[in-house]
């Protein structure tokens, strides 16, 4: 880490060097080291919804700082090249940024695939030129490293274009897992080949039919692994994938003796990890459960299952519940998103406050498709921050709620969770919305939630369906309470 010390670039910045000669590689060092903090800076500050607008210029900033330092060296010398490739990823990527909320995994998905490629194309490409160089160039240290960088580069390759595939529902890619007997032998026996052919390789370098042999093993290995796991797990898996992702740019920072990628790919590798962990609780999952658990296979209705109804009611009939109401429980989820019903809540709980009713947002961990996501939705929104309480502070005060509204959340409020240990989501922590005087579910038909679950929620006694999509379904719950349909 010498070269990331600060003293040489002191040295430079009060211009004590005869001359004031600039030495590029303290410059390029100096940027990196900027970089770096950056970086750090801007996952502390992307933590808190105050700072988080600061956290993403901060990562940009490096990033931008990361881009120049590596132009400067002098060893870069196809700008043609590099030009080429700064044009292609703005065409890919200008269009990426625009996709709408609901679709950030997937797009996330799709950015992880390209780190990967790219991870396992330089590997590639330095071992064909270190071999062409005579074996002798491939150190042990450099071996192990490329062979670390294509294997992980690689499986999250396909492994990361097969989950946004799922996640953007292709019609062509199977949704539900895809299970059979001893997959879990056949898919670590592939890992175990791919590593053998690795060690191979970093015993012998001149062994070069193995190297497509890996490749093809690890592209393999990243289908195969996404392929038992299910819908609902998938934004787990993306932000596993998201963590060797950052491990391969690991090991390409150790090929290409680049500190900034090391440090970088850590920072990248350890926050899709602690994320990774943080879903899995929120979950009350395993990772070898979210990995190997074929969660989201859809579950066959028993012959006998007693034919069960739902209750519906009407904007008009709803409004005058919440009218009467003191207060009032919003649960948000992956419908309210789809709508885009935000800024129609945020009418809907002007109307209700200035009546004197207290509103409360009920936040579940893993609601919506990313943590966070009805955080974003509802700051979008303009809804004050201090309204909303996360999931084990408002359950104390569930029984004491007049209403509970449930706005497209489905498996986040089932409590098949808390008691029926034959459910897949049993043992998840969910927003007890049964626990309300009143619940109102909006939601467009009966059809299950991610996990493709029934949701026994629909069926209480004390719950009401608002059928309809959930835009226009609190648009007319809106209309009503502004006095549009007549009640004051
Ligand atoms: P959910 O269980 O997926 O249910 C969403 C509901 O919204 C559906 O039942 C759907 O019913 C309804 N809906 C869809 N479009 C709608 C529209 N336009 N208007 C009204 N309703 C609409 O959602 P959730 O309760 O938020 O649960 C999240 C799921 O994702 C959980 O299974 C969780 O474990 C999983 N997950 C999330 C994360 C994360 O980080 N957030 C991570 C891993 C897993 P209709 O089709 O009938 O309308």
Known sequence: MSSFSVLPFLTVAVGTQPGWRLDVSYAIQFAYLIATGLFIFSLKWMSDPVTARRGVIAGVGGMLLAVVGTLLDPQVVHFGAIAVAVAVGTVIGVPLARVPLTAVPQRTALSHA????????????????????????LTALRMTAITAEIILGFL???????????????KWIPQRPVTYRGQNLVNLSLLGVA?????????????????????????????LLI?????????????????????????????????????AGALDGSS???????????????????????????????????????????????AQVLEQAQLVVVIPGYGMAVAQAQHLVREL???????????????????????????????????????????????????????????????????????????????????EADKARTCFAIKRSMNPGFAGIENELYYADKTFMLFGDAKKVIGELVKQLAGGGGIR
């Open 349 to 431: 709980y002007d109307q209700l406050t200035r009546r004197g009713i207290t509103v409360k947002f009920a936040i579940h961990p893993v609601a919506g498709r990313m943590p966070g996501h009805m955080n974003v939705l509802l700051a979008e929104a303009e809804i004050p921050y201090d309204r909303l309480v996360e999931m084990d502070d408002i359950n104390h005060e569930m029984h004491q709620v007049d209403v509970a509204l449930v706005i497209g959340a489905n498996d986040v409020v089932n409590p098949a969770a808390r008691h029926d240990p034959g459910s897949p989501i049993y043992g998840m922590p969910i927003i």
């Open 114 to 137: 390209f780190g990967g490629l790219a991870a396992g194309l330089v590997g590639t490409a330095k071992y064909y030129l270190w071999l062409g160089e005579g074996a002798g160039e």
């Open 195 to 223: 590593l053998v052919c690795g060690i191979a390789l970093i015993l012998h370098p001149a062994m070069h039919q193995l190297f497509p042999a890996m490749i093809a093993l690890s592209l393999l290995f990243g289908v």
């Open 272 to 318: 899709g990890f602690i994320l990774s962990v943080i879903m899995c609780r929120a979950m009350n999952r395993s990772f070898g459960n979210v990995l190997f658990g074929a969660f989201g296979q859809i579950r066959k209705t028993g012959a006998g299952m007693v034919q069960k109804t739902v209750k519906s009611e009407t904007p008009e009939g709803a």
């Open 227 to 263: 392929i038992p796991i299910g819908g609902a797990d998938m934004p787990t898996v993306i932000s596993l994938l998201n963590s060797y992702a950052g491990l391969s740019a690991v090991a390409m920072g150790f090929v290409l003796d680049n500190k900034l990628l090391i440090t």
């Open 156 to 170: 999250t390759f396909t492994g990361s274009l097969l989950a946004a595939g799922k996640l953007q529902e292709l």
